[in-house]
């Protein structure tokens, strides 16, 4: 029975108490409602009071900022084959404090790293010595090979080596090795250009470095990145042609064989644009191995060295004469027996030639007089003379795309003394650089307007005034195509480039390829012969000053020769200077057989259809080869006159050893001025043996047999590249197609699985494309 | 002296007591479960967006990577195709094969209009043919 509540009589009821069970109720609620103004608050400070800490907080550990480096300019010839260019490459670097034995690890390592003994940073002291005075990071090898990373990675498996990582890194690489060494240049460790065009055009090549910021997670993964993207450096196409280039070093090399020379250069230039399709010069270097390269070799001898060029430069007196009307091809000369006296001094002809009376100024050309020569300048005046020989572009700089270049030496027409125009009428007292003699001719063989020699493609590089253009930017793909205005073959182009200017009519130059077709037939250049070709020339054999002495010397000489191929429509124009070759030192048997290898070659790969029947090959007579001396006696110049065109060089000229040189290796003494050709004398004349590049097997053409070889037929019109088309569906296929100018058969549906022929295959326009489809 | 008590089951049928009908309830509390499950939703909407970008974020980078690596390969594939047919190896294999030189005229290029007299241009001829340097 429940018990029963007892009736309470008082009136005065007590005040009534909260149930036990609504106050628990109310207790528990307020204990919630503080617990979520702890929370709220909480929050409150951390998200809204503490925002900007964390904030920063979060930034510093999870976001990084890198200097990413810009990707290297791309070097590419003048059909787009790489000559130069930058790939990532693994370099190796360690964490010292995370090494056990450093010693240990050095030899290990070292072992592996150091391939290449003129690399002393990687030697096992070197690396050793880096481990010992870094605790967070040092060096173990930069840039090594694929191979090397290889074999560093099998032996961090292998030992369980600790701290040792691996990082990317940018690679310049020259696939042709010694091709065009001297005009490309190098790159050092710290992708600078140190030489040649690498170092001409180092802003351009080089870049702009990006940054990039990123966002790690506590893994050291990355959320998001962005980045301020690197501008890669330019692409530049030059107007090299490496396989023309390849053909011009092979020549000289086998030159250098059989003359031992202490150096030869040889320069191709197309005549109708006056683009440098090669410059080759010996002895060389291997851009990859630009440690083991000492500073002659990286001397460009085609622009920083000048030498007299004796009888090459009668071209110039000549063209002078003729253009002047002083006299026609076919008047008469007086040789007067080969000797002249000029302001009290006595010019000899060559001993062959003395006893020569009158002839024709064709033959006073092709047999190399001096008499006439200086008879000839004599009627052109020395005013008009001199203006004439600054006109062809002597005594000043050519403005070809390299650095170091010089501009030669020519004292100003009032400085010249009374027998200086018998002087630089034969070539002397006067100092050329190879190009310009190239361009001399090429100016003969053009018609008569001088062009300035190029090695860049025309409209990539604007001048400092209007800043870069826009073309050429490095996407990772090579550019289009190159840069040259379109041109009429075999005309000059229009409008003409900067400083192109006409020097002779067209009518002067057409009879100066004449006679110079005549040096080559009848006169001093007859192993400039070539074969199915008509070619035309000047030898010139100079003597050179020897330093210890300062007056010319009788055993070393330069053997040069100035030519042009064909002679009716010249393609090309090639220049040999072969600086004190042993033995025989004439221009007519040292340097013109240079030429006729080099054009010959040139002329079949150009495919310049002949223009003379084609003979078979014969060993010339002994007739052909009797070499009749050019100049090579004694030469009686005014050496006093040559130094002082030398003193009046600025100072930024070569030549005078200060400025801008073509390499980074130590400056050449001030107050040179003798003809730099002679500073190479002590350099062996020998090529560069690089076991990374064997040199080309010097062989010559075989003796032809009696029967006619067989002939072979090659399609030379315009060919086009066969895109790729895998992955695309059967619309975009027949479009690319279309667009190459290409057929094409879809057998199957879908995208194209397969196709013949390969991407990238040239065929003749019209073509049929193959592609096979599948879903 | 206590009671003494002895505990025993007492049945209680509460089968006649029914929950009165509350509808203004009902309405509020189907209103708040609506409400919930919005926010709800909502919520897992910007933590699966938050969490998709994040994964998102991984994606691209990785593609980004991948796309590098492809352009970098192809950049040295590129480098050995020129370290391939560099003229001097390709001259030099070629001689080992024993080819020889082409003699002038032993080439014939079959343009249309060949013409000796004609001007030329020092261009270079299509990358393929049959001469060896």
């Known amino acids: 029975m429940p018990s029963a509540v007892r009736p309470s009589r008082n009136r005065n009821p007590a005040p009534r108490v909260m149930p036990l069970k609504r106050a628990r109720f109310w207790l528990i609620c307020l204990f919630f409602l503080s617990w979520a103004i702890l929370i709220a608050a909480r929050l409150f400070w951390l998200q809204v009071v503490l925002h900007g800490d964390f904030m920063l907080r979060a930034r510093q550990q999870q976001q990084r900022t890198f200097d990413v480096a810009p990707r290297r300019g791309v070097l590419y010839d003048r059909n787009l084959r790489e000559l130069a260019m930058t790939v990532q490459v693994d370099s190796i670097f360690a964490v010292p404090s995370e090494i056990a034995d450093k010693q240990v690890a050095a030899h290990a390592l070292a072992a592996i790293v150091h391939s290449d003994p003129y690399d002393a940073s990687t030697s096992e002291e070197q690396i050793a010595a880096r481990l010992d005075a870094a605790r967070n990071f040092a060096w173990i090898a930069r840039r090594v090979t694929a191979e090397t990373s290889e074999r560093v990675k099998d032996l961090i498996k292998a030992q369980d080596l600790k701290g040792i990582y691996f990082q990317k890194e940018f690679q310049r690489f020259y696939p042709d090795n010694e091709i065009a060494a001297q005009v490309l240049g190098y790159v050092g460790m710290d992708d600078k250009g140190l030489g040649g065009l690498e170092l001409k055009f180092e802003p351009q090549l080089h870049g702009v470095s990006g940054r990039m910021y990123t966002a790690l997670d506590a893994r050291r993964h990355v959320l998001g990145s962005s980045e301020r993207e690197p501008r890669p450096g330019r692409n530049l196409v030059l107007t090299i042609d490496e396989n023309i280039q390849f053909m011009a070093e092979r020549a000289l090399d086998h030159a250098m064989e059989r003359t031992h020379a202490a150096n030869g250069t040889v320069v191709v230039q197309d005549v109708h644009t006056g683009q440098i399709l090669a410059l080759a010069i010996r002895p060389t270097f291997n851009p990859n191995l630009f440690r083991r390269a000492t500073p002659d070799l990286l001397r460009n001898h085609a622009v920083s060295d000048v030498y007299e060029p004796g009888s090459v430069f009668k071209l110039v007196t000549y063209s002078a004469a003729l253009e002047q009307h002083a006299v026609a091809p076919d008047d008469m000369i007086d040789c007067q027996g080969g000797q002249i006296t000029l302001a009290g001094r006595v010019i000899h002809d060559d001993k062959s030639d003395r006893g020569l009376g009158k002839i024709t100024v064709s033959d006073a050309l092709a047999k190399s007089s001096d008499v006439a020569a200086v008879k000839l300048a004599l009627k052109v005046g020395q005013d008009r003379f001199y203006q004439y020989v600054r006109d062809f572009g002597f005594g000043s700089r050519t403005g070809a795309e390299m650095p170091g270049e010089t501009r030669g030496l020519l004292q100003a027409v009032n400085k010249w003394s009374p027998s200086s125009i018998g002087s630089v009428a034969i070539g002397q007292e006067i100092g050329v650089t190879p190009v310009q003699l190239v361009s001399m001719v090429s100016t003969i063989a053009n018609g008569g307007v001088y062009l300035p020699p190029r090695v860049l493609m025309l409209g990539q590089i604007d001048d400092a005034a209007n800043g870069q253009s826009a073309s050429g930017v490095n996407t990772g793909s090579a550019p289009k195509a190159p840069l040259a205005a379109p041109q009429v073959p075999g005309e000059l182009p229009d409008p003409l480039p900067p400083g192109a200017h006409r020097v002779l009519s067209t009518m002067t130059a057409a009879q100066m390829r004449k006679m110079m077709e005549g040096v080559v037939l009848y006169g001093t250049g007859k192993r400039a012969q070539l074969n199915g070709y008509s070619s035309g020339g000047k030898t010139g054999t100079a003597q050179k000053i020897d330093p210890a002495t300062g007056l010319y010397s009788k055993t070393m000489h330069i053997a040069s020769f100035a030519g042009i191929a064909p002679v009716n429509n010249p393609v090309i124009a090639v220049a040999v200077i072969i600086d004190s070759p042993q033995g025989d030192y004439y221009g007519a048997t040292v340097s013109a057989p240079v030429f006729a290898e080099v054009a010959q070659q040139v002329l079949e790969y150009l495919a310049v259809p002949h223009d003379i029947d084609l003979r078979r090959h014969r060993a010339l007579s002994k007739a052909d080869l009797q070499v009749k001396e050019d100049d090579a006696h004694a030469q009686t110049a005014d050496i006093n006159a040559l130094y002082a065109a030398a003193n009046d060089l600025p100072s930024d000229d070569p030549l005078r050893g200060g400025g801008q040189t073509s390499a980074a290796g130590p400056p050449t003494a001030g107050g040179q001025t003798q003809v730099n050709a002679t500073q190479t004398a002590a350099v062996s004349g020998a090529p560069v043996n690089v076991p990374a590049s064997p040199q080309p097997v010097a062989t010559h053409p075989p003796a032809e047999s009696q029967a006619d070889p067989p002939t072979v037929i090659v399609a030379s019109e315009k060919t086009l590249r066969v895109p790729a088309l895998i992955g695309l569906p059967v619309r975009k296929v027949i479009e690319q197609a279309a667009a190459a100018g290409l057929e094409v058969q879809i057998t199957g549906s879908g995208t194209v699985r397969e196709q013949a022929p390969a991407p990238g295959t040239m065929v003749a326009p019209g073509t049929k494309i193959v592609v096979r489809c599948g879903r | ?133």
């Not at chain 2, 390709?90 to 024993?98: H, K, S, V, Y």
């Open chain 2, 1 to 133: 002296m206590r009671t003494p008590e002895f505990p025993f089951p007492k049945n209680f049928d509460n089968s006649r007591l029914v929950k009165a009908p509350d509808p203004a309830r009902t309405r509020q509390i189907r209103l708040f479960s609506a409400a919930c499950t919005i926010l709800l939703s909502l919520s897992m909407v910007y933590g699966l967006q938050h969490f998709s970008a994040i994964e998102g974020g991984y994606r691209i980078e990785s593609e980004k990577q991948a796309r590098e690596q492809l352009r970098e390969e192809n950049r040295e594939l590129r480098l050995t195709e020129a370290q391939l047919t560099q003229p001097g190896r390709i001259d030099r294999m070629a001689r080992e094969l024993g080819l020889a030189e082409p003699q002038p005229g032993q080439v014939v290029h079959s343009a249309a209009a060949v013409d000796a007299s004609a001007p030329a241009l020092a261009q270079a001829v299509p990358e393929r043919t049959a001469t060896s340097f």
